[in-house]
């Protein structure tokens, strides 16, 4: 039987595009060339499946766009705000993503981008670099101690919880904001607050892990920094679309947030401005799930959901 047509928006670790090329026709972009929503339409004619990327915008007009042979959508990310499920649903696509496999990768980014944010990391490394460290001192960049701080969770999902196994490793005493509470035994002994005051109001070390969308568009406003203790850390791994840019940058300004470590931001790969110019604040340029095995194991269960869509089964990674 012939084997259907993917096409492929990004290029992948090697090993990931090896697999895709055996068990499918698949249409690589191995240079990674910028594709152009509009071109999407051409590339994909004939394709049975998509296998898309967090950098893919398929929105309903870009979905509809779609000639009707796609009936399968991967994406190469945990993260599916930049597809328009609903519209998906209603054309007949049936999508998954890729959760688990990068759950540690990203926790692990977010302590670094705590311990980057309050032992101020970033202006250390700068100093260095541009050689203007004159040599030790004792009042020199002081930071803040994360060990046995609290850190408040924003989002107890996957990668949250791995934050919790890491970050109590530092004695941290943990703190959980989500829609529901877990059950005990996944809790690690972290505290659950049904109510973002409480919760925002012990969390002198804040980590975002909530899930991007229109949902949680800019929850980290200025009402709510302003309920963070003074002097708090923020860390945010998910997406930028959490947090209202200005008002953090106000608060980064003011000193309210001491500092805060970024990976991810609103309309990237543009950064507000307002951050380029602050010292406090450490920039990534979106590495939370970058290590070479964890993008082979997205890869590949990308491609496994993929494949089980296309055979009419429904695999435990579906979200449509
Ligand atoms: C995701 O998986 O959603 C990340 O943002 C990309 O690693």
Redesign the pocket.
């Given at each position: 039987m012939e084997k259907p047509v993917l096409l492929v928006t990004r290029r992948l670790p090697p090993a990931v595009e090896a697999r895709a090329a055996r068990d499918f026709q698949a249409r690589l972009n191995s240079e990674d060339r910028p594709i152009a929503g509009n071109e999407l339409p051409r590339l994909a004619t004939g394709a049975a499946a998509i296998l898309a990327a967090?950098t893919d915008r398929l929105d309903a007009p870009a979905l509809a766009a779609l000639p009707e042979s796609v009936r399968v959508i991967g994406t190469?990310?945990?993260?599916f705000d930049h597809i328009d499920c609903a519209a998906a649903k209603a054309r007949g696509i049936a999508v998954c993503?890729?959760p688990e496999v990068?759950s540690v990768a990203?926790a692990e980014l977010a302590m670094l981008l705590i311990l980057a944010a309050a032992r101020r990391a970033g202006e250390g490394e700068r100093l260095v670099r541009t050689a203007r460290w004159s040599g030790w001192t004792p009042t020199q960049l002081l930071g803040i101690g994360v060990s046995g701080r609290r850190l408040g969770i924003l989002g107890m999902g996957r990668i949250g919880r791995e934050l919790t196994r890491i970050a109590r490793g530092f004695e941290m005493e943990i703190h959980y904001h989500d829609i529901a509470r877990l059950p005990p035994e996944r809790e690690q002994g972290a505290i659950f607050h049904a109510d973002d005051r409480s919760f925002l109001a012990a969390s002198e070390i804040l980590s975002l892990h909530a899930p991007g969308g229109a949902g949680t568009r800019h929850w980290l406003n200025a009402e709510r920094i302003a309920l963070l203790p003074k002097g708090a850390v923020i860390a945010n791994a998910a997406?930028g679309t959490l947090v209202d840019d200005a008002a953090l940058i106000s608060a980064l300004r003011s000193g309210h947030v001491a500092a805060a470590g970024l990976d991810?931001y609103e309309g990237e790969p543009r950064v507000h401005p307002g951050y380029l110019e602050l010292e406090n604040v450490v920039l990534l340029p979106?590495l939370?799930?970058?290590t070479l095995a964890t993008r082979d194991a997205?890869g590949f269960l990308a491609l496994d959901g993929i494949a089980a869509l296309l055979n009419g089964t429904s695999p435990p990674n579906r979200v449509v």
């Open positions: 967090p190469f990310s945990v993260g993503n890729t990068l990203t997406r991810v979106h939370g799930s970058a997205m």
